[in-house]
């Protein structure tokens, strides 16, 4: 089955950077869609950015011009690249996969967490006023 294992996850400052990367094992499937996901301390799981083997993204509004999603084809490897950090973006943030053959969203709207069958573990992250 699909493997995905975050890493990369700190604590920072406001204003401060971090990359996350989620290596990926057991994608067999033609394509997929592959997103990051944040879940704060009591909050819901909410979507970050997707992107789509073709190199299709979408992102939350809250994340828009901050962080940039990346797929590396040739090492299976997601990554997230997430600047001028908010004490706001601290959560667990995690990598999932869904295959698929449309769009990883629909137009406006990222796809829910429910349309995401694979999950790694998560990597924290926090970022401090």
């Known amino acids: 089955g699909v493997q995905l294992l975050e890493s990369g996850g700190g604590s920072v400052q406001a204003g401060g950077s971090l990359r996350l990367s989620c290596a990926a094992s057991g994608l067999t499937a033609r394509s997929y869609c592959l997103a990051w996901f944040r879940q704060g301390q009591g909050e819901e799981r909410e979507g970050v950015a997707s992107i789509d083997t073709d190199g299709d993204t979408m992102y939350a509004d809250s994340v828009k011009g901050r962080f940039t999603i990346s797929l590396d084809n040739a090492k299976n490897t997601l990554h997230l690249e997430m600047n001028s950090l908010k004490p706001e973006d601290t959560a667990m943030y995690y990598c999932?996969?869904?295959?698929?053959?449309?769009?990883?969203?629909?137009?406006?709207?990222?796809?829910?967490?429910?349309?995401?069958?694979?999950w790694g573990q998560g990597t924290q992250v926090t970022v401090s006023s």
């Open positions: 999932a996969a869904e295959a698929a053959s449309t769009y990883c969203h629909d137009g406006s709207t990222l796809w829910s967490w429910s349309e995401y069958n694979d």
